[in-house]
């Protein structure tokens, strides 16, 4: 006899997904139709399964809040990039773009800047608290600001991610020691750090608090970028909030026109000027786009 249950996917792999639910986790196959329909289960869907001897089945996915295609994770709360000023140092403009697709997404941004017993990086901790975002200090190596990132995950599905060597999955084996997570070295020459990363899996930090370590951002779909539009990538921009609205044309780009609100604060030094080239970068990529063009 078949039994129903709902429960999150904490991990799909090859056809394979592993359901946490109620009693347990459940690793389930997923219903043709799903697959046919374009609508494959992802790493955080709320799935209904049906139970027998054992083995699941993927039934039916429950409505998303939102989602990724690569990672290819679904029903973030918070995305947490990581990024650091030493081994690797992480360009600015990296870190923008990311922000930019959650932003789109309406999920939340947190900054995480790893390694400060190295470097503290001051320039990227200023340059992101003037632009509206929380920004964490943290370092794997000391534990310093672990608790402080763990309070803000608790209660919610979170996804870490960042350029490679930069210690997301060092800090989850200090947030979870238990899960010893493989770490890799960075490459002194080349300044980056190999993949541990293989696919999106979440670990669970406690009641409700979910963590999807992804791969860096070599693996983040920043192609996606073309599903924002032009005209709504100002709004994935925090810091240009208090000027929308106020330019002397209502359709301006922030680009070149007079009477830009947005490019005047940039002038008067309220808006940074990384953040203002990577609007100005992302918006040429988002230009080549058309309306028409995204799929619903």
């Known amino acids: ?129 003037a632009a509206g975002f929380p920004v964490i200090l943290t370092s794997a190596e000391t534990g310093d600001g672990v608790e402080q990132l763990r309070s803000l995950i608790q209660g919610k599905l979170t996804a870490f991610t960042g350029n490679s060597g930069v210690g997301k999955s060092s800090i989850l084996n200090r947030l979870c ?31 409700d608090t979910y963590v999807a370590d992804t791969p860096g951002f070599s693996s983040f779909d920043t192609d996606q970028m073309d599903v924002i539009l032009k005209e709504n990538l100002q709004y994935a921009f925090p810091d240009f909030g208090p000027y929308l609205g106020r330019c002397q044309f209502h359709d301006c780009t922030h680009r070149k026109e007079p009477g830009c609100a947005v490019t005047a604060a940039l002038a008067e030094g309220t808006i940074e000027p990384t953040r203002y080239d990577s609007y100005l970068r992302l918006y040429e990529k988002a230009s080549q786009i058309k309306e028409w063009e995204i799929k619903p």
């Open 1 to 129: 006899m078949n039994e129903k249950r709902i429960g999150r996917i904490l991990r799909s792999l090859s056809g394979f997904y592993d359901v946490q639910t109620e009693r347990g986790i459940v690793t389930c196959r997923a219903r043709g139709i799903l697959r046919r329909g374009g609508n494959s289960p992802l790493t955080g869907d709320m799935v209904e399964i049906t139970v027998e001897h054992g083995k699941g089945m993927v039934e039916r996915i429950l409505p998303r809040r939102n989602w990724f295609v690569r990672p290819a994770v679904a029903n973030v709360d918070a995305l947490v990039i990581f990024a650091a000023n030493v081994n690797p140092v992480t360009e600015p403009f990296l870190i923008d773009r990311v922000a930019a697709i959650a932003g789109d997404r309406e999920v939340q941004v947190y900054l995480c800047i790893n390694k400060c017993d190295l470097d503290p990086a001051v320039d990227l901790e200023r340059i992101y608290r």
């Open 177 to 207: 020691p238990e899960l010893a997570l493989p770490t890799g070295e960075v490459s002194e020459k080349l300044g980056r750090g190999r993949h541990t990363t293989r696919h999106v899996e979440l670990y669970r930090l406690g009641e």
